[in-house]
């Protein structure tokens, strides 16, 4: 089970940081991804670290201001927003699996809403 936290309302340019907790595996083993979904558009992949070499990608539109890290002593995976845009509104979800193409485990995802 994963489960997110920290989502809420800022202003652009602020900062917010998602946590994604899981329950019932370890997250060590699994690729982990943060993906979004805004209104209207389609669901984004935002960073995943990958299981093969332990390298994260992130989407362009996120490069220098999103980071992704992970506690194992707390199988807590994080996701550190920073100058966000209002264009950054969406529901934010993360997920494992046994690659950054097949996530398996979903969360049920954490609204971010960044208004100018």
């Known amino acids: 089970q994963l489960v997110e936290s920290g989502g809420g309302s800022v202003q652009s340019g602020g900062s917010l940081r998602l946590s994604c907790a899981a329950s019932?595996?370890?997250?060590?083993?699994?690729?982990i991804a943060w993906l979004r979904r805004a209104p209207g558009k389609e669901r984004e992949r935002v960073p995943c670290i990958s299981t093969s070499d332990g390298s994260t990608t992130y989407a362009d539109s996120v490069k220098g201001r999103f980071t992704i890290s992970r506690d194992g002593a707390k199988n807590t995976v994080y996701l550190q927003m920073s100058s966000l845009k209002s264009e950054d509104t969406a529901v934010y979800y993360c997920a494992a699996g046994l690659s950054c193409r097949l996530l398996d485990y979903w969360g049920q995802g954490t609204l971010v809403t960044v208004s100018s």
């Open positions: 019932g595996f370890s997250f060590g083993d699994y690729a």
